[in-house]
């Protein structure tokens, strides 16, 4: 038979305090990082490329700006739930790894994504409002807030393009394009053309991920063709 000490229980003690504790700080993190609305703002008034033309002045900088107040204004976002990506940072794969993770807490894939559905929301995030169940007896029930329902907005100022539409779903036979800062003028094709850009249907894939969100987006482009 072994004996504990005392010095060594309380150590025991302390130390199951502390793995409870961490573990509770965990969970606490991973729940505040899933429900969260979120802002994700992108604002490109120069290029990589010097043969694309930049914007003037900071007009895209500007209008962030004015966005950001908004959101943390009138619509109450908190600072810590915006992201925003100005200039060099908004490369191609840096908006759509920001769309796809900042925007989206419950991305599929993630862990979180195993989480049951939030009810009285279908998968779009619209209402979902089923048949009722007729009961023979009507129990009175006290009143509970509606579940929350988190926001995701995405809000780009910069340039807009076209290219040729790649599944025909576009009538015109283009399809709309952000530009993001790493775009590249490519004049070994006759007319020349930008490559490297965001398409709307790439766009449209990630906003068919956004689930159990009420999604805004605002596209402030010139040039959009």
Not at 11 to 36: K, P, W
Not at 56 to 72: F, H, Q, S, V
Request: include cysteine; aromatic fraction near 8%; proline fraction near 4%.
């Amino acid at each position: 038979m072994t004996l504990v000490g005392r010095g060594y229980a309380a150590v025991m003690r302390r130390g199951l305090l502390a793995g409870l504790l961490a573990c509770t700080l965990i969970a606490v993190v991973n729940s505040y990082a899933i429900a969260q609305d979120r802002a994700l703002i992108v604002a490109i008034d120069k290029f990589a490329d010097t043969r694309i033309a930049d914007l003037p002045g900071k007009l895209a900088e500007n209008d962030a700006t004015a966005i950001e107040k908004l959101l943390t204004g009138k619509l109450g976002f908190k600072k810590n739930e915006i992201k925003v990506l100005r200039n060099e940072q908004a490369t191609r794969k840096a908006i759509l790894t920001a769309f796809h993770e900042w925007l989206n807490p419950l991305h599929p894939g993630s862990a979180a994504d195993q989480l049951p559905r939030l009810k009285g929301l279908d998968e779009s995030g619209a209402l979902d409002v089923g048949k009722k169940k007729k009961t023979a007896k009507k129990k009175k029930r006290k009143w509970k807030p509606p579940p929350k329902v988190y926001r995701s907005f995405f809000y780009f100022a910069g340039l807009g393009s076209t290219q040729l539409d790649d599944n025909g779903d576009e009538t015109d036979g283009r399809d709309e394009t952000l530009v993001p800062y790493d775009a590249v003028f490519d004049a070994s094709v006759e007319p020349a053309v930008l490559s490297g850009m965001s398409s709307d249907d790439e766009i449209e894939r990630l906003l068919s991920g956004l689930r159990y969100r009420h999604a805004t987006m605002v596209f402030d482009r010139s040039h959009s063709g």
